[in-house]
């Protein structure tokens, strides 16, 4: 598929979204704001191996975003906390990159930190100009399919109610489900002027002992997660079984925003297959690794993200960090379950299908 027919494609799902979303806006009874956002930024490109660094590269681009922010919700009214929720289209020009310059479209969930900090959540997919599916460079071992997923954290800076200064983490690849996918993560620094009728959340007089519930603090807890990874040897074919037994330890800041911590177990059978059919007794299939994290909870629905290093690892891994980004749905005050993506040093490896409990009073 060329890359004019996907961009092409996702501009039209992008404009079908904004046309969509203005007659669903208008049914709040409270204000609402919806703004459009244009940044300028330039980031340092870096491999998921280092024994390729000599590849890593500066890039530019532009981006642009529509935020709908809505107030007419009382449960994030007493929180004091009203998420915006939009979408981004961007573009990076990458000089001298062997997979080319890279476009992407991404869903985005904006919560306020404080009055001028806030964090936003990207998820969506990304399509390089010269993947290796369509040029067969055997050069390019970073990126082998022209449609990647795209995963984008950033916390930002607004001095005024127009300009902000963003730090953000990028991250691509195809999560091994198609050769080869070594991805590529970006450090990105920005700056965003903001177009349109901004609101502030209406002044509200709360009685704080009645309209704030008590949350517990401190939440420890467990989750089993099961995927399926891919080989990451190129003469043994097929999809194996990966298995991870999480403990998490979370600190409430608010009834609906948590930090906290993990430590992750793997049992991965694609370290352990090459061990079985070629005696690589060096290959070793049991991964131990920590991880912070924070979780942003909407109702029944959450989304946690974290990043932490490996503190047990296949020698065949050359970066020891990795990264998590999941969707999660609460059926019961103690029981969740959920789809995550694994970036396990820097490289989506696997999907994670989870079920969790929650050890609350």
């Given at each position: 598929?060329?890359?004019?027919?996907?961009?092409?494609?996702?501009?039209?799902?992008?404009?079908?979204?904004?046309?969509?979303?203005?007659?669903?806006?208008?049914?709040?009874?409270?204000?609402?704001?919806?703004?459009?956002?244009?940044?300028?930024?330039?980031?340092?490109?870096?491999?998921?191996?280092?024994?390729?660094?000599?590849?890593?590269?500066?890039?530019?681009?532009?981006?642009?975003?529509?935020?709908?922010?809505?107030?007419?919700?009382?449960?994030?009214?007493?929180?004091?906390?009203?998420?915006?929720?939009?979408?981004?289209?961007?573009?990076?020009?990458?000089?001298?990159?062997?997979?080319?310059?890279?476009?992407?479209?991404?869903?985005?969930?904006?919560?306020?930190?404080?009055?001028?900090?806030?964090?936003?959540?990207?998820?969506?997919?990304?399509?390089?100009?010269?993947?290796?599916?369509?040029?067969?460079?055997?050069?390019?071992?970073?990126?082998?399919?022209?449609?990647?997923?795209?995963?984008?954290?950033?916390?930002?800076?607004?001095?005024?109610?127009?300009?902000?200064?963003?730090?953000?983490?990028?991250?691509?690849?195809?999560?091994?489900?198609?050769?080869?996918?070594?991805?590529?993560?970006?450090?990105?620094?920005?700056?965003?002027?903001?177009?349109?009728?901004?609101?502030?959340p209406p002044l509200m007089s709360f009685?704080?002992?009645?309209?704030?519930?008590?949350?517990?603090?401190?939440?420890?807890?467990?989750?089993?997660?099961?995927?399926?990874?891919?080989?990451?040897?190129?003469?043994?074919?097929?999809?194996?079984?990966?298995?991870?037994?999480?403990?998490?330890?979370?600190?409430?800041?608010?009834?609906?925003?948590?930090?906290?911590?993990?430590?992750?177990?793997?049992?991965?059978?694609?370290?352990?297959?090459?061990?079985?059919?070629?005696?690589?007794?060096?290959?070793?299939?049991?991964?131990?690794?920590a991880m912070f994290a924070f979780e942003?909870?909407?109702?029944?629905?959450?989304?946690?993200?974290?990043?932490?290093?490996?503190?047990?690892?296949s020698s065949e891994v050359t970066i020891?960090?990795?990264?998590?980004?999941?969707?999660?749905?609460?059926?019961?005050?103690?029981?969740?379950?959920?789809?995550?993506?694994?970036?396990?040093?820097?490289?989506?490896?696997?999907?994670?299908?989870?079920?969790?409990?929650?050890?609350?009073?």
């Amino acid at each position: 598929m060329k890359p004019v027919v996907v961009i092409s494609r996702l501009a039209a799902m992008a404009f079908l979204l904004l046309q969509a979303a203005p007659p669903l806006a208008a049914q709040g009874a409270l204000p609402s704001s919806s703004t459009w956002e244009l940044s300028l930024n330039g980031s340092y490109m870096m491999t998921n191996n280092s024994r390729y660094s000599s590849n890593n590269s500066v890039a530019y681009g532009i981006e642009a975003a529509w935020l709908h922010r809505s107030f007419a919700d009382d449960y994030w009214r007493v929180r004091r906390r009203h998420p915006s929720f939009g979408i981004r289209a961007s573009y990076a020009r990458i000089p001298d990159n062997i997979a080319g310059d890279r476009y992407g479209l991404v869903g985005l969930l904006r919560r306020p930190l404080s009055d001028r900090f806030h964090y936003t959540i990207g998820f969506g997919l990304s399509a390089y100009t010269k993947p290796f599916s369509l040029t067969g460079d055997t050069n390019n071992i970073f990126i082998g399919s022209l449609v990647n997923c795209l995963i984008d954290l950033s916390v930002s800076y607004t001095p005024t109610d127009r300009l902000a200064f963003n730090l953000s983490l990028l991250h691509t690849s195809n999560g091994m489900l198609y050769r080869p996918n070594q991805g590529l993560n970006y450090l990105q620094l920005g700056a965003t002027y903001t177009f349109g009728r901004q609101v502030r959340p209406p002044l509200m007089s709360f009685d704080t002992s009645q309209s704030t519930p008590h949350f517990q603090r401190v939440e420890p807890g467990i989750a089993l997660s099961l995927g399926t990874v891919m080989s990451r040897h190129f003469d043994v074919e097929g999809y194996f079984p990966c298995y991870d037994l999480s403990l998490n330890y979370m600190y409430f800041l608010s009834p609906v925003f948590s930090i906290g911590g993990t430590l992750d177990f793997w049992y991965n059978w694609v370290d352990h297959q090459p061990i079985v059919d070629k005696q690589m007794l060096h290959t070793f299939p049991v991964y131990v690794s920590a991880m912070f994290a924070f979780e942003s909870f909407f109702g029944p629905l959450s989304i946690k993200a974290g990043i932490g290093p490996a503190l047990i690892v296949s020698s065949e891994v050359t970066i020891p960090f990795y990264e998590r980004v999941g969707l999660y749905y609460s059926f019961h005050p103690c029981h969740y379950v959920g789809v995550a993506l694994n970036a396990h040093a820097g490289r989506v490896e696997f999907i994670e299908w989870t079920y969790g409990f929650r050890l609350r009073e």
